[in-house]
């Protein structure tokens, strides 16, 4: 049997193979626990008790969502408040804008009570009637009533005294004759009604 000898580069190739394979051996052996395990692990301190870090971790978990949703009713009542604000303010806005336009309303009273009887009939009346219409329906819309309170118990809170009547028909304390018609909606009072009351 002949001896065969390994040329310089032949034995050179063989190292490489070998170094390579131990490196393989090595790198199998760094990877066993993932990065993940390894960084965890790293992150605990020793004698750390992991049911109580649970507990502490949901009791601030239960803090956080608490603070949440006070924050968000009290949005939600801000937001709330606002809305009725501004509803609010453009209730006033439209009864002082409607107040305003009482004394034409008076006027358009007034000229119907005093129509002469040969106009009565005329057409140009009846145009000028649905305009007075027109205004009692705006203020129908806003729920604004009239008041007029012949026969009642003078109320200070919506009556206006400017004189008084000597009277056998109506009750000491109640009013004769309105001179001019209030107006309120709802419980404000837009215009006190001007009425006389029986002595």
Do not use: C
């Not at 200070?156 to 009750?171: F, K, M, Q, R, W």
């Amino acid at each position: 049997m002949s001896d065969v000898k390994n040329t310089p580069e032949e034995i050179k190739d063989d190292e490489n193979l070998s170094e390579h394979a131990n490196s393989g051996v090595e790198n199998d052996a760094v990877q066993e626990g993932s990065p993940d395990e390894v960084s965890d692990a790293a992150n605990i301190p020793e004698g750390t008790n992991l049911m109580q870090a649970i507990i502490d971790a949901q009791k601030e978990a239960q803090v956080n969502k608490d603070g949440w949703q006070r924050a968000l009713a009290e949005f939600t009542n801000y937001k709330k408040r606002v809305e009725r604000e501004r509803l609010e303010l453009f209730q006033r806005a439209s009864l002082d804008t409607l107040k305003d336009l009482l004394p034409v309303i008076d006027d358009f009273d007034r000229a119907f009570q005093n129509i002469p009887d040969e106009l009565s009939d005329n057409p140009w009346i009846g145009g000028v009637t649905m305009i007075q219409r027109k205004f009692e329906n705006m203020l129908e819309k806003y729920d604004i009533e009239p008041i007029d309170p012949v026969g009642e118990v003078f109320d200070p809170n919506l009556h206006e005294a400017i004189g008084t009547d000597d009277s056998d028909d109506v009750e000491s304390g109640h009013v004769t004759v309105t001179l001019q018609k209030g107006y309120k909606a709802g419980n404000q009072v837009l215009r006190p009604a001007m009425v006389k009351v029986a002595n």
